[in-house]
């Protein structure tokens, strides 16, 4: 007699990330001998900058090795604090700050803490691969609000508005965007957040690309947008991005004291703390020089811009200013139907796989992000891979 472990309701209609799936192909080719020109996946290509390596080393010669608080480091949350009151002038007090194993799972603390059955919360497409999956396993609704290219793929206050019902407790706000690179401006910001006053509702704002603008673009973060959104809005950050920490895993979230005490003692059951040698690699890395950033910067912004070009120059293809994050989210509807071999490319995920077969490069499906008929593609990679990447995918349209 054959058994079969019978697989949870709550988990049986999950999305494994796209993201991943994408790049684990990638890799599969690649272990076949093949050179593969890897876009898929929303992480620095630089490794983690030698006096944070350090700092873990030290933290482990040192005997940080145990246990330590679940909710975190006090050192790291008072770094934290400081570094936002410096940044940006918002005040939070270390007991309004959760610290967890990546800025995926804060997000996941942040619904499973705030979501009751059935809540609803908003969410501008297209949106990162695991806000939706992630509000469906605590049991809220995603409620997409489809934004346009033409738009700058940013949702109007109209939009929000329209998309505001009883039941909506939370909108979530990604500026810039994964996966676009979009951001909103002030003013945009401003509109959107009277609209969450006056309709009484909270917000996520997961400012995890806060360091990573380019041009003229300002970040703003969202709590200071107007007086009273600090005790509406819970923020998400991290250092994965900004230090190319990826790996280490260490977010953050600043929120009123009531919602951080509960984050708190939930990790405390699933997690326990993040990682304590991470922990001080963090603090090390939002004590330490900032000259890192500012150098991961002025590459990523050169990319940025040769990416831009590249994609102007493809026939058919388009894509919005990016005014931050890595990725560029480009238009292929041009594209579809065409035939290529014996297959027509009918949707971004056969586009995105036929790519891959013909032309080894990796990228991922619109759809994943609720958004068809475009691929994003990061630029999180060498010039030289870029190139190489572009003469292909230009190939491959042609
Ligand atoms: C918008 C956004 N939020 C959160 C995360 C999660 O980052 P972390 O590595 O800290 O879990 C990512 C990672 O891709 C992201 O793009």
């Known amino acids: 007699m054959s058994v079969e472990i019978s697989i949870s309701k709550l988990v049986q209609g999950l999305e494994p990330s796209a993201t991943l799936a994408m790049s684990a192909k990638a890799k599969e080719i690649k272990s076949s001998g093949k050179t593969v020109y890897d876009l898929s996946v929303g992480e620095p290509d630089f490794i983690t900058p030698q006096h944070i390596c350090d700092a873990g080393t030290a933290a482990m010669k040192a005997g940080y090795t145990k246990y330590t608080i679940a909710s975190g480091i006090p050192e790291l949350k008072k770094a934290i604090a400081e570094k936002y009151k410096a940044d940006y002038g918002l005040d939070y007090n270390t007991n309004q700050i959760v610290i967890s194993n990546g800025a995926k799972h804060s997000i996941h603390n942040v619904f499973f803490t705030t979501i009751d059955p059935n809540d609803e919360v908003i969410i501008p497409a297209p949106y990162w691969v695991s806000y939706a999956e992630i509000v469906k396993l605590s049991g809220g609704i995603p409620v997409i609000v489809q934004t346009k290219e033409s738009d700058n793929f940013k949702m109007s206050p109209a939009q929000l508005e329209q998309a505001i019902t009883p039941k909506t407790k939370m909108l979530l706000l990604c500026s810039p965007s994964n996966p676009t690179g979009v951001m909103y401006s002030r003013l945009e910001l401003e509109q959107i957040a009277d609209v969450v006053i006056k309709k009484n509702i909270f917000v996520l704002a997961d400012e995890i690309y806060d360091k990573l603008i380019y041009g003229d673009n300002k970040f703003v973060s969202f709590p200071t947008i107007r007086d009273g959104l600090q005790e509406r809005t819970i923020v998400v950050n991290g250092v994965s991005k900004t230090y190319a920490m ?91 139907g065409k035939k290529i071999g014996n297959s027509t490319i009918n949707n971004s995920e056969q586009f995105c796989l036929e790519l891959l077969t013909q032309k080894q490069v990796a990228t991922v499906m619109g759809s994943s992000f609720g958004c068809e008929g475009y691929v994003r593609a990061s630029f999180a990679a060498s010039i030289d891979v870029l190139k190489n990447a572009y003469d292909r995918i230009a190939d491959f349209v042609s």
């Open 246 to 336: 990826t790996g280490w895993r260490v977010g953050w979230t600043f929120s009123p004291v009531n919602v951080a005490k509960k984050m708190g003692e939930l990790q405390s059951q699933e997690t326990s703390n993040p990682c304590s040698i991470s922990q001080y690699a963090a603090l090390a890395a939002i004590t330490g020089s900032q000259d890192c950033v500012t150098e991961m910067l002025n590459a990523f912004k050169q990319r940025r811009d040769y990416v831009a070009k590249r994609i102007a120059e493809i026939d058919g293809l388009s894509c919005p200013e990016m005014g931050g994050a890595f990725y560029a989210f480009f238009n292929i509807k041009k594209h579809l």
